[in-house]
């Protein structure tokens, strides 16, 4: 970069070094021009002097004419010389020595009358010529300079072409590096999320209120009070129950509305589109409300809210009852619950198991409800007479139902064979399964060990009881 300002300077320095060469020459060829226009005014003065003398005279003039052309040439050549340098200066070379040599050959012819004149034109011809030599070489100075002047230029241009062309690829290149950097810094900076702009929620659009009066029970006053409430259209009825329909038209100031329980489902089928359906409830409404019976699709009812007569209603009200009735279909029956393994229960074999399943006891429920001499019927009625432990089925099948098992453990460990023993079953009592035992005497002192706790504990029972008697008393 300091070369090339240093290029600068110098070739700011050099065309000023120029301009002034040239305004000097300029100068002195304008300076030059004014001398020889004194001495063309000094020459036509004499030659108006001489013009009596005749040829002598002629001859004088032809020379100053000559030598005024050579002048005038010499001019022209100069300003050429401006334009064009070295063509210019040879061409007004030529000229200045052409003009020399017929200057001479006239001032050389003798002449007898006005010598004097002619001798001082030839003098100043003579100047002229060396004036325009002298001239010819300053311009080929000139041009010379000019052209070493022009070809530096074209070098130093050429220079500053290329440093401005180095320049541009350094320039590029830190560009480049600039915008890798950057797109490094951008890749490394972690991403700033822009802050979410809420989106302003949008004004539902007002609904347009529905015909509310189209459902019975309602007039004018509830329906202003209902879409006041918020309750516009038949699906917002249908959706609400009665107590918020009830309230709605409290907050209005309407404290009686029997028929609000109908509303909704007045307004449910409005909202479907069912007039067909809409007409059937509405006829099986009474003043709005509904009847005694539930609303019935397959009865076709009667509009009593129409009939005057009091016993002309009442007889269509029963009629439709009636129909009603008639068309309740029956209930269908409870799917048969899957079977269950009855030879849980103490004194129930596979004979007797497939025997109460055939005969419709299938589950511990069915067989705890029903009693012993049902059971004894059944089995009865598929073969088999003896059944002694049938006494105690029911009991077991509900320990069973209820899922007590500790309670059906226990209770069975009190029977033995599927029997109740002599005293009763207490649940305080902890029995020994004595159908476990194989030896008899054995067995014998387990079933007398278990009569003494039974004892004890229906002793225990029974002073307990009579403590609280007498605290009683």
């Not at 419709?360 to 069915?366: D, L, Q």
């Amino acid at each position: 970069m300091g070369w090339f300002i240093a290029q600068s300077l110098a070739f700011i320095i050099i065309a000023a070094l120029i301009g002034l060469a040239i305004g000097i020459w300029i100068g002195w060829l304008v300076w030059g021009r004014r001398s020889r226009g004194k001495h063309a005014t000094e020459k036509a003065e004499a030659a108006r002097l001489a013009a009596e003398s005749g040829s002598a005279t002629k001859k004088a003039t032809k020379a100053k004419g000559k030598g005024k052309g050579s002048v005038a040439e010499k001019a022209g050549e100069a300003e050429k010389a401006d334009a064009e340098p070295v063509p210019a200066a040879v061409a007004t070379g030529a000229a200045v020595a052409a003009a020399g040599s017929d200057g001479s050959d006239e001032t050389d012819t003798p002449t007898t009358v006005g010598t004097d004149t002619a001798a001082s034109d030839a003098d100043a011809a003579s100047d002229d010529t060396a004036d325009s030599e002298a001239e010819v070489e300053a311009a080929k100075s000139a041009v010379v300079a000019e052209a070493e002047a022009v070809a530096r230029k074209a070098a130093e241009a050429r220079a500053a072409k290329a440093d401005a062309k180095d320049g541009a690829k350094d320039e590029a290149g830190t560009k480049a590096e600039a915008e890798a950097a950057v797109a490094a810094a951008a890749v490394e900076a972690p991403a700033v999320e822009a802050p979410a702009v809420e989106t302003p929620a949008e004004t539902p659009a007002a609904e347009t209120p529905d015909d509310l009066r189209r459902i019975e029970g309602i007039g004018p006053k509830i329906a202003s009070a209902l879409v006041a409430a918020g309750y516009p259209t038949y699906a917002k009825i249908a959706a609400a129950s009665e107590d918020e329909l009830r309230e709605a038209v409290a907050g209005q100031g309407i404290k009686f509305a029997p028929a609000a329980a109908s509303w909704a489902d007045q307004a449910k089928y409005l909202a479907d589109g069912d007039e067909a359906g809409l007409q059937e409830f509405q006829d099986y409404l009474v003043g709005g409300q509904e009847r005694r019976a539930k609303f019935n699709e397959n009865v076709d009812y009667t509009d009593v809210d129409e009939i005057a007569d009091a016993d002309a209603k009442a007889a269509a009200l029963a009629a439709d009852e009636a129909e009603a009735v008639a068309a309740e279909p029956e209930p269908e029956p409870e799917p048969e619950p899957e079977p269950q393994d009855l030879r849980r229960i103490e004194g129930i074999g596979p004979k007797i198991e497939a025997t109460l399943q055939a005969a419709g006891y299938t589950t511990y429920a069915k067989v705890a409800a029903a009693s012993e001499a049902e059971l004894r019927e059944a089995l009865a009625t598929g073969g088999i007479k003896f059944a002694p432990a049938a006494a105690s089925w029911g009991e077991q099948a509900q320990l069973l139902a209820d899922g007590d098992e500790s309670g059906l453990q226990e209770f069975q460990d009190y029977l033995i064979g599927g029997q109740d023993r002599a005293s009763k079953f207490k649940e305080s009592v902890d029995y020994t399964d004595v159908d476990e035992i194989a030896d008899a005497d054995a067995k014998a002192a387990a079933l007398a060990a278990d009569e003494a706790k039974a004892a004890a504990a229906e002793g225990d029972a029974g002073a307990t009881g009579a403590t609280g008697s007498e605290v009683k008393a």
